[in-house]
């Protein structure tokens, strides 16, 4: 599947990846735009807003419960496994929209959750914020100081943690090869990171069993979901 770009990717000198939804399905967790987007009978897009949650704080908690738990059940796939093990050979910078921790449980070290996670929460006024260990008595849950909590993740309309993004395009913008797997590329500014390495002189490789809007501007675009191509792209290095 790499053959193309294989002598590009042997002389990478730093490998950086941007991850949609798609490289955790084949880990069973939903994506947002596939079939499976919808969750019960609304909408997974009109529930991750700010005016979703003042509007029925209980109801959105209960569906980053119903992820959360899901999440946790869930398993790294050999996608997010070959990422992983790929910083054998290469530097590798992890820049996901994904809130669900799988790369780091696959045990990639070098992550930017760009919007958020679901493991994490914070009050919607003081500056509380931690870990969720356990579940909650009560949804919504609230913090010391008497407000709601809410999950530490990015809404739409929201605006990314700046200190995670400007790291993220900082990686985008001096690396030589970038991957871009399992995502739509429908949401700024993540969708804007390609550009940013194709700027650098990159080539900028996509893996997705779906075209999108950027496929045809792509130096590679692989028609596979993530668990089959990128233990495929690990043999590039392997020979
Ligand atoms: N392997 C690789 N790609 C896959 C697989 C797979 N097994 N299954 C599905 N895909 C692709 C789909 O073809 C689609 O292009 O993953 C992509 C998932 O797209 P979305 O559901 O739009 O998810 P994502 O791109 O991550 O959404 C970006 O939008 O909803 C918000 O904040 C949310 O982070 C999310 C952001």
Redesign the pocket.
């Known amino acids: 599947m790499f053959g193309p770009v294989a002598d590009r990717l042997r002389q990478a000198e730093k490998i950086v990846f941007v991850t949609?939804?798609?490289?955790s399905?084949?880990s069973g967790i939903p994506?947002?735009?596939?079939k499976d987007?919808f969750w019960r009978k609304y909408d997974?897009?009109k529930l991750?807003t700010i005016d979703a949650f003042y509007e029925n704080p209980k109801l959105v908690w209960e569906w980053y419960e119903e992820r959360r738990t899901n999440i946790l059940a869930a398993k790294p796939n050999p996608?997010h496994l070959a990422m992983a093990e790929l910083e054998k050979y290469r530097p590798v910078h992890v820049l996901t929209?994904?809130?669900d921790g799988m790369h780091q449980r696959a045990g990639s070290t070098k992550v930017y959750e760009l919007?958020g996670s679901i493991i994490t929460i914070k009050c919607t006024v003081c500056d509380f914020k931690d870990i969720i260990v356990t579940g909650f008595s009560e949804l919504p849950p609230i913090c010391k100081c008497g407000n709601i909590l809410r999950p530490d993740v990015?809404w739409?309309g929201e605006s990314l943690p700046q200190d995670v993004w400007h790291a993220a395009m900082q990686q985008a913008s001096s690396c030589d090869v970038m991957i871009v797997?399992?995502?739509?590329?429908?949401?700024s500014p993540?969708n804007l990171l390609p550009a940013y390495a194709r700027q650098n002189g990159a080539i900028v490789i996509e893996?997705?069993?779906?075209e999108?809007p950027m496929s045809t501007s792509m130096s590679l675009s692989i028609r596979s979901?993530?668990?089959k191509a990128l233990p495929d792209l690990l043999t590039v290095f392997q020979r």
């Not at 994506?31 to 596939?34: D, H, I, M, Q, V």
């Not at 893996?207 to 779906?210: K, T």
């Open positions: 949609g939804a798609g490289i399905q084949e994506t947002f735009r596939g987007g997974a897009m991750a996608g929209q994904n809130i919007h990015v739409f797997v399992g995502t739509s590329l429908a949401v993540a893996v997705n069993p779906e999108t979901s993530a668990a």
